[in-house]
């Protein structure tokens, strides 16, 4: 972040900007699981039938990757959503996601027996949300994001707020954010790249 100088001095909004960003950066730094979100997160929060009545939904490919790099990073990935749907356990099960609730109407206690299970505090878990429903376990949780086209009261209660919208790479862009603050993204690059 650039450092505005006015008349020798730090300005108070830049001080003001640089202590929340490295607040932002603790909490990033801290995370050991990424709970998300299914429908407007992991998709684009269509919901689309066939004749036969049969549910399709869409993953970004890039989302999936992000998902396998953070688990070979080490931590952990899960998915908590109130829809219940088919196409969502082949997905998590192709990933290799081991938390999966789905049908879930109240978040914030499915989302604490998933930490105290694995021994977290909520200040070591991250939750990406797009609505309403989501805003309970984001008001609990260290860092809660939000994709860049999640309604307006998600955006504001999110301390990260992703480019990408949901659907369309939002989960590999956290990854990579976390990663990077953790330190983390270059050593999961190495089976990537060539030198």
Known sequence: MPIKIRNGKLTRSTLIGMTAHMKLEQRMQQIEL???????????????????????????VRDG????????????????????????????????IEIVRQ????????????????GLKPEQVCYIGDDLT???VMNR???????????AEVRSAAKLVTKATGG????????EILLESQKRWADVLVDYSNS
């Open 34 to 60: 990424i709970l998300s979100d299914v429908d407007g997160v992991m998709t684009d929060g269509n919901i689309t039938y066939d004749n036969q009545g049969i549910e399709t939904k869409s993953f970004h």
């Open 65 to 96: 990757l992000g998902i396998k790099l953070w688990q070979r990073a080490g931590h952990r990935f899960g998915i908590l959503t109130a829809r219940t749907s088919h196409i969502v356990k082949l997905r998590a099960s192709e990933l290799g």
């Open 103 to 118: 049908g879930v109407d109240q978040k914030f206690p499915v989302a604490m027996q998933i930490m105290e299970s694995l």
């Open 134 to 136: 989501d805003l309970e």
């Open 141 to 151: 949780v260290g860092l809660p994001a939000s994709v860049s086209d999640g309604v």
């Open 168 to 175: 369309r790479g939002a989960i590999r862009e956290l990854v």
